[in-house]
C-alpha cells in the first residue's frame, strides 16, 4: 500500500456509530459545494424519495462505488462520505487517476427502519428489536431483470432500474457494491479471479486484525479462489444448482438477478464484494473436531428452526385480524419472510439425506447453531416490531400481551446466542479502512494491470 493510501486510511475517522440518513444526506450536500465536485440525480425510490450519485475526477478508468445496497447494511454511508470528501478536499493526488462515481444511500426507507440499532444496543434482543431487512424479491440487490433457461424476472424496483441506467451510461470499469456481514469472520467476493490482489489484500486484513473467512458463509455452492475469497455468484448459480439438487425449489424462487451479475453480463469489468463483519467471535477460528457427525449437527438446526418458524407462523396468524392497523411495510415482509423461511427449511430437510456421515469441527457447529440462532432472533425481532406497531394503536390489549410473551422468547434467546457467541464489536473506524482500503488497493492493481 502506497503513501497516498496509508494517508487516507490513517485520516478515517473514529466513527461512535453508524450516521442517520439525515446525517449522512447533510455530509453530501457540503461536499457536493466543494470545487471540481459535481452530483446529478440518478432516479427515485421506491417512497419517491430522490437518489443523487456524486461524480469527482476525470480519470481514464471510472468507477461506481454503492452505499447501503441492503437496508441493514449502513457501513458504506460512511466510507462513500469519507473518501468522497477525502477526495474532494486533496485535489493534488488527481483522484488516484480515476474518475469516482459515488452513491451513498440506495436503501434509504430501509435504512431509516435499521437507525434505532445504530448506537450499538448493549444487548442482542435491542438489537434484533430495531432491525429490518427487506424479504429477497423486495430488494433492490436481487431484483435485475434476467432470463436464464425457462426462468424470467421483469419486476425491477426503481432503484434498480437506477443502478442499471447508470451502468449502461456509465459502463464503470469498476462496481462495488459496499456489503457487509454481521458476525461471521471476513471475505470477499469477486467477479473473476485476480491471483495479484490475494497476497495484498491478505496482508492488509491481517495487519487490520480481522480473520478471512475459509469458508463460504452464504451459500452451499461458493466456489474459494483463494482462502476468504469467493467467485461471484447470482441467480443463475442458484437456479443450476437447484435444478442439480433439489429442483422442487425451482418453483418457489421470487428474485432477479443481483447487480454483480447484471454488470458482468452486459457491461463487464471487474466488480467485487468486501464483507467486514460487525461483530467477531474466537469461535470461528475453533476447528477442533468433535465427537458429532456434521449431519447429526444439520439435523439438529432443522428440528429448531421448524420449531421456531411454527411459533413465527402461529404469531402472524393471531395478528391476522389486526392486520389493517400493523406497518404494512413490516406486516407484508413478515408474510414473505415466513414463505421463504418455509421454502428454504423443506429445501435444507431434504439436503440433509445427502449430507456425508462426517465429523464436525467446533467452528462448524458454531455455525450452524449460534449464527442459525441469530437469523432466527432478527426475524422474530422483526414479528415483534410488527405486533408492537399495533399494539401502540390501542386497538386491542390482547395485542400488547401478546408483544410481551414475544419479548420474552425473544430476550430468552438473545442471552443464549450472546453466552454462547463471546461476540465482541469490530470498531467502526477498522471497518471502513477495510472496506476502503480493498477499494483503494483494487482499484490500483487495476490501473497498473492495463
Given amino acids: ?169 456509465e459502463k464503470p470499469n469498476l462496481l462495488c457494491g459496499l456489503h457487509h456481514s454481521g458476525f461471521s469472520n471476513a471475505y470477499y467476493y469477486f467477479s473473476s479471479d485476480f491471483p495479484q490482489a490475494y497476497p495484498i489484500l491478505q496482508k492488509f486484513v491481517k495487519q487490520l486484525r480481522i480473520p478471512l473467512s475459509d469458508t463460504a458463509p452464504d451459500v452451499p455452492f461458493g466456489k474459494m479462489l483463494s482462502p476468504g475469497f469467493y467467485q461471484m455468484y447470482g441467480l443463475k448459480d442458484y437456479l443450476d444448482y437447484y435444478q442439480k439438487k433439489d429442483p422442487r425449489v425451482l418453483t418457489s424462487i421470487r428474485r432477479g438477478a443481483c447487480s454483480d451479475e447484471w454488470y458482468q453480463n452486459e457491461i463487464g469489468g471487474f466488480s467485487f464484494n468486501c464483507e467486514v463483519p460487525m461483530y467477531l467471535s474466537p469461535m470461528l477460528q475453533d476447528k477442533t473436531p468433535l465427537q458429532k457427525s456434521f449431519k447429526t449437527v444439520l439435523q439438529e438446526r432443522n428440528t429448531r428452526k421448524k420449531s421456531r418458524l411454527e411459533y413465527s407462523i402461529k404469531l402472524l396468524n393471531r395478528l391476522k385480524p389486526y392486520a389493517e392497523f400493523a406497518d404494512q411495510i413490516l406486516y407484508d415482509a413478515a408474510q414473505k419472510h415466513i414463505i421463504n423461511a418455509q421454502a428454504s427449511l423443506d429445501h435444507e430437510q431434504r439436503i440433509i439425506t445427502f449430507t456425508d456421515e462426517r465429523v464436525a469441527t467446533n467452528a462448524e457447529v458454531f455455525e450452524n447453531e449460534v449464527l442459525s440462532d441469530l437469523f432466527d432472533l432478527f426475524f422474530l425481532g422483526q414479528l415483534w416490531r410488527v405486533t408492537d406497531s399495533i399494539c401502540i394503536k390501542g386497538v386491542s390489549l390482547k395485542i400488547c400481551h401478546l408483544m410481551e410473551a414475544v419479548d420474552i422468547e425473544l430476550k430468552g434467546l438473545a442471552k443464549s446466542i450472546q453466552d454462547r457467541g463471546s461476540f465482541y464489536q469490530l470498531p467502526l473506524q477498522t471497518s471502513v479502512k477495510m472496506q476502503l482500503g480493498s477499494i483503494l488497493i483494487i482499484a490500483d492493481l487495476l490501473k497498473t494491470a492495463e
Wanted: charged letters at 25%; glycine letters at 4%; zero cysteines.
Fill in 1 to 169: 500500500m502506497n503513501i497516498v493510501h496509508q494517508s487516507i486510511l490513517k485520516e478515517a475517522p473514529a466513527y461512535s456509530r453508524f450516521l442517520r440518513v439525515d446525517e449522512i444526506d447533510t455530509l453530501f450536500e457540503l461536499i457536493t459545494k466543494m470545487p471540481h465536485v459535481h452530483h446529478k440525480i440518478i432516479g427515485k425510490t421506491i417512497q419517491d424519495e430522490t437518489l443523487k450519485m456524486l461524480e469527482i475526477g476525470t480519470g481514464d478508468h471510472t468507477a461506481l462505488i454503492i452505499g447501503v445496497p441492503h437496508s441493514d447494511e449502513p457501513l458504506g454511508s460512511l466510507v462513500v462520505t469519507y473518501f468522497a470528501r477525502w477526495l474532494a478536499t486533496h485535489p493534488e493526488v488527481n483522484t488516484l487517476g480515476w474518475r469516482w462515481l459515488f452513491i451513498p444511500i440506495l436503501e434509504r426507507y430501509g435504512m431509516r427502519l435499521n437507525e434505532g440499532w445504530f448506537n450499538f444496543p448493549e444487548s442482542l434482543a435491542a438489537f434484533a428489536k430495531s432491525t429490518f431487512r427487506e424479504p429477497t424479491e423486495d430488494q433492490y440487490e436481487w431484483t435485475f431483470p434476467i432470463q436464464y433457461k425457462e426462468y424470467e424476472w421483469t419486476k425491477s424496483r426503481p432503484e434498480t432500474l437506477a443502478i442499471k441506467n447508470v451502468l449502461q451510461q
